[in-house]
T-cell receptor
Framework: EAQVTQNPRYLITVTGKKLTVTCSQNMNHEYMSWYRQDPGLGLRQIYYSMNVEVTDKGDVPEGYKVSRKEKRNFPLILESPSPNQTSLYFC??????????????FGPGTRLTVT | AQKVTQAQTEISVVEKEDVTLDCVYETRDTTYYLFWYKQPPSGELVFLIRRNSFDEQNEISGRYSWNFQKSTSSFNFTITASQVVDSAVYFCALRGNAGGTSYGKLTFGQGTILTVHP
């Protein structure tokens, strides 16, 4: 089954404790992206990757890191989480068409709470 | 910078009513792509449609239709004869075409919560 998986689905952590949210897709998609969803703000792009070893900042990259060492995986790293990073996070992947992403497939989401 | 505005935060209708969700965008790119996504109460995000800026034809898919007007920078979404299953958050998104890795940058609107009552 074609899918994007994220782990963990739920995470409660404390300020400053490094964490990684994993994202994996099995569709051989070139493009992957991370978003955060906050009430009233919609979805905001954190980082995206057009292919292996090619990553770029979205609109809200501060406090996050990513890496793309393999095509299927795109982990999101919070080196020193803060309460303002409490949010619902989505990973997505897509084939590239017209130079950019077409239909994005989203993971189920990771609800992160930082206390 | 690109921007997407969905001015309607919440819409409430009764089943079988038609409803239009507005989306207005801003971009300096001469070509770009617009998308709509649906997020039902279960939380997953589902792709509905993509439109290229050079194709202004309206699109209809069953009860769904999309009206793209470049002159007013709008890409509105209409649901005809709404049903309870249409209750969801709907997001409009914009992808620019400025070159290089900027092709991958997507900007979403704030979302419109649609509630369809039986």
């Amino acid at each position: 089954e074609a899918q994007v998986t994220q782990n963990p689905r739920y995470l409660i952590t404390v300020t400053g404790k490094k964490l990684t949210v994993t994202c994996s897709q099995n569709m051989n998609h070139e493009y992957m992206s991370w978003y955060r969803q906050d009430p009233g703000l919609g979805l905001r792009q954190i980082y995206y990757s057009m292919n292996v070893e090619v990553t770029d900042k979205g609109d809200v990259p501060e406090g996050y890191k990513v890496s793309r060492k393999e095509k299927r995986n795109f982990p999101l790293i919070l080196e020193s989480p803060s309460p303002n990073q409490t949010s619902l996070y989505f990973c997505a992947s897509s084939l590239l068409q017209g130079g950019g992403p077409y239909e994005q497939y989203f993971g189920p989401g990771t609800r992160l709470t930082v206390t | 910078a690109q921007k997407v505005t969905q001015a309607q935060t919440e819409i409430s209708v009764v089943e079988k009513e038609d409803v239009t969700l507005d989306c207005v965008y801003e971009t300096r790119d001469t070509t770009y792509y617009l998308f709509w996504y649906k997020q039902p109460p279960s939380g997953e995000l589902v792709f509905l449609i993509r439109r290229n800026s050079f194709d202004e034809q309206n699109e209809i898919s069953g009860r769904y239709s999309w009206n793209f007007q470049k002159s007013t920078s709008s890409f509105n979404f209409t649901i005809t004869a709404s049903q309870v299953v249409d209750s969801a958050v709907y997001f409009c998104a914009l992808r620019g075409n400025a070159g290089g890795t900027s092709y991958g940058k997507l900007t979403f609107g704030q979302g419109t919560i649609l509630t369809v009552h039986p």
